[in-house]
């Protein structure tokens, strides 16, 4: 189908197959199968069209045979050519506004599908139904080159899935249905503050859009980025959408929730910065407990190596003393014995010297005699004969002269009285006489029991001389 709405007319201008008037006063007979036929233009590519009528009664103008193959509105497909009439329908259906279609800007910039008008000039509005695949970057292009001529746009698209939606002013529309007309899937959405998102609208009919849009009601609004994520209640399903159509109503409301938002953010980051500034007093508060304990610590160590040292010096000294202690007693003790040892020689020499004076009062014969006087009863008695120790008088029987039977010590011949001490135990004493065995018993030191004597003369006798 190669159609357009739009021709230009020799004498009238732009005529338009869409209005009763051709939007000019003339009818459609006029130039529909007249003779001579009215030379019509297409507005776009200035090749020569004729009006038709197609089987389901729709007029249009059909180019001439040898068109141009670029003409931008030759290759736009029936569905496309519907969508058009059903936006200049609602446009005109909103008071005090009319629409043209496939309307060319002077200078060529934009081509509209079509341009809604108010009524006294003052805004225009360009409905673009779009249904040709196009870059996000070629329909932002677009749409600011509408901005710098000072006409608002809609893009409009009934696909399920358009790239661009929601990046530049834009609706999604589905055909009518089940006795529904025109109606407006997405692109206007309200604020929706218990849950904090936008919510698609998606009951509007298309007229009742395209009205309000003509009165300003709905404006194209940024969303804020917090609220990027729309939710699609018939889809279940959140969509990032950057621009929606709303109400000042309902922008005020995500102002509100922005302003909530941030106060609870700014909540947040001063419950974070104290919680911060807790943490790191605690922190702090922790490091100079470590700090106290550890000098806590180092006193102590000090203190106690301190106390060691103090007592390892108490042990040195009295160490030391007890060192210097032990040598003056073993001094004392060494002088001691040297005092005992001269003692004990003082009281040999002087038992030595007692007993030779002892043994020099008497003459080789009067010891003969006593030993005779000793061995003649023993030998009786014992059955034999004693043995006088021929060392003579030694200092360990008492300095007199052991006397042994059979080998064992049975006596001591006269000891020395100042020597009874040295005198072995349990032996027999014999001395010369009374007087002797009575010095030796005056010193106490003897059992006089033990003691025999013989009645001999102090004195030589006479006879023997
Ligand atoms: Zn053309």
Same mark, same amino acid.
């Given at each position: 189908m190669k159609l357009a709405f739009a021709a230009i007319h020799p004498k009238a201008g732009r005529i338009d197959a869409t209005l009763p008037d051709l939007g000019?006063?003339?009818?459609w007979p006029a130039v529909h199968k007249t003779r001579p036929r009215v030379a019509l233009r297409c507005p776009e590519c200035g090749h020569g069209v004729h009006a038709k009528v197609s089987a389901r009664n729709l007029r249009y103008f059909a180019h001439d045979p040898?068109?141009? *193959?670029?003409? &931008?509105?030759?290759?736009?497909?029936l569905e496309h050519h519907l969508l058009k009439l059903e936006l200049a329908t609602a446009v005109r259906a909103a008071a005090d506004w009319h629409a043209e279609l496939e309307v060319r800007s002077p200078d060529g910039t934009w081509r509209a599908d079509v341009l809604a008008s108010s009524h006294d000039g003052t805004r225009r509005i360009a409905w673009e139904a779009q249904l040709s695949p196009i870059t996000i970057d070629d329909i932002e292009e677009r749409t600011e080159r509408y901005g710098a001529a000072g006409v608002g746009v809609c893009w409009v698209s009934p *696909?399920?899935? &358009?790239?661009?939606m929601g990046h530049v002013p834009s609706i999604r529309v589905r055909e009518p249905a089940q006795g529904r007309p025109w109606t407006v899937v997405e692109g206007p959405a309200a604020f929706d503050f218990d849950h904090g998102t936008w919510v698609t609208i998606d009951t509007l009919e298309l007229t009742a859009f395209v009205r309000w849009v003509s009165r300003g009601q709905p404006v194209v609004h940024e969303v804020r980025p917090r609220y990027h994520?729309?939710?699609?209640g018939a889809d279940d399903l959140y969509r990032r959408r950057r621009l929606v159509w709303t109400t000042s109503a309902h922008i005020d409301t995500e102002t509100r929730h922005e302003a909530m938002r941030q106060r609870q953010d700014a909540r947040k980051r001063q419950r974070e910065e104290q919680q911060h500034q807790a943490e790191q007093q605690a922190a702090a508060e922790a490091e100079a407990r470590r700090q106290d304990q550890q000098r806590q610590r180092e006193i102590r160590a000090a203190e106690e190596a301190a106390r060691r040292d103090e007592q390892l010096r108490k042990w040195a000294a009295d160490a030391e003393q007890a060192r210097q202690r032990r040598e003056t007693e073993e001094k004392q003790r060494q002088a001691q014995l040297r005092a005992a040892e001269q003692q004990r020689l003082r009281q040999e020499q002087h038992e030595r010297l007692a007993a030779d004076r002892w043994w020099g009062e008497l003459s080789a014969a009067q010891i003969h005699e006593l030993r005779e006087a000793v061995a003649e009863p023993l030998w009786k008695t014992h059955a034999a004969r004693p043995e006088f120790d021929t060392q003579g008088p030694t200092p360990e029987h008492a300095y007199g002269i052991a006397i042994r039977i059979r080998q064992r010590l049975h006596g001591v011949l006269r000891p020395n009285p100042a020597s009874l001490h040295r005198l072995p135990p349990a032996v027999w004493v014999y001395v010369r006489n009374a007087r002797e065995a009575q010095q030796l018993a005056?010193?106490?030191?003897?059992?006089?029991?033990?003691i025999v004597h013989f009645n001999l003369p102090d004195h030589e006798q006479m006879s023997l001389i």
């Amino acid at each position: 189908m190669k159609l357009a709405f739009a021709a230009i007319h020799p004498k009238a201008g732009r005529i338009d197959a869409t209005l009763p008037d051709l939007g000019c006063g003339l009818t459609w007979p006029a130039v529909h199968k007249t003779r001579p036929r009215v030379a019509l233009r297409c507005p776009e590519c200035g090749h020569g069209v004729h009006a038709k009528v197609s089987a389901r009664n729709l007029r249009y103008f059909a180019h001439d045979p040898g068109r141009p *193959a670029d003409c &931008a509105w030759l290759n736009e497909s029936l569905e496309h050519h519907l969508l058009k009439l059903e936006l200049a329908t609602a446009v005109r259906a909103a008071a005090d506004w009319h629409a043209e279609l496939e309307v060319r800007s002077p200078d060529g910039t934009w081509r509209a599908d079509v341009l809604a008008s108010s009524h006294d000039g003052t805004r225009r509005i360009a409905w673009e139904a779009q249904l040709s695949p196009i870059t996000i970057d070629d329909i932002e292009e677009r749409t600011e080159r509408y901005g710098a001529a000072g006409v608002g746009v809609c893009w409009v698209s009934p *696909a399920a899935q &358009a790239p661009w939606m929601g990046h530049v002013p834009s609706i999604r529309v589905r055909e009518p249905a089940q006795g529904r007309p025109w109606t407006v899937v997405e692109g206007p959405a309200a604020f929706d503050f218990d849950h904090g998102t936008w919510v698609t609208i998606d009951t509007l009919e298309l007229t009742a859009f395209v009205r309000w849009v003509s009165r300003g009601q709905p404006v194209v609004h940024e969303v804020r980025p917090r609220y990027h994520r729309v939710w699609f209640g018939a889809d279940d399903l959140y969509r990032r959408r950057r621009l929606v159509w709303t109400t000042s109503a309902h922008i005020d409301t995500e102002t509100r929730h922005e302003a909530m938002r941030q106060r609870q953010d700014a909540r947040k980051r001063q419950r974070e910065e104290q919680q911060h500034q807790a943490e790191q007093q605690a922190a702090a508060e922790a490091e100079a407990r470590r700090q106290d304990q550890q000098r806590q610590r180092e006193i102590r160590a000090a203190e106690e190596a301190a106390r060691r040292d103090e007592q390892l010096r108490k042990w040195a000294a009295d160490a030391e003393q007890a060192r210097q202690r032990r040598e003056t007693e073993e001094k004392q003790r060494q002088a001691q014995l040297r005092a005992a040892e001269q003692q004990r020689l003082r009281q040999e020499q002087h038992e030595r010297l007692a007993a030779d004076r002892w043994w020099g009062e008497l003459s080789a014969a009067q010891i003969h005699e006593l030993r005779e006087a000793v061995a003649e009863p023993l030998w009786k008695t014992h059955a034999a004969r004693p043995e006088f120790d021929t060392q003579g008088p030694t200092p360990e029987h008492a300095y007199g002269i052991a006397i042994r039977i059979r080998q064992r010590l049975h006596g001591v011949l006269r000891p020395n009285p100042a020597s009874l001490h040295r005198l072995p135990p349990a032996v027999w004493v014999y001395v010369r006489n009374a007087r002797e065995a009575q010095q030796l018993a005056a010193t106490g030191t003897i059992d006089p029991a033990r003691i025999v004597h013989f009645n001999l003369p102090d004195h030589e006798q006479m006879s023997l001389i």
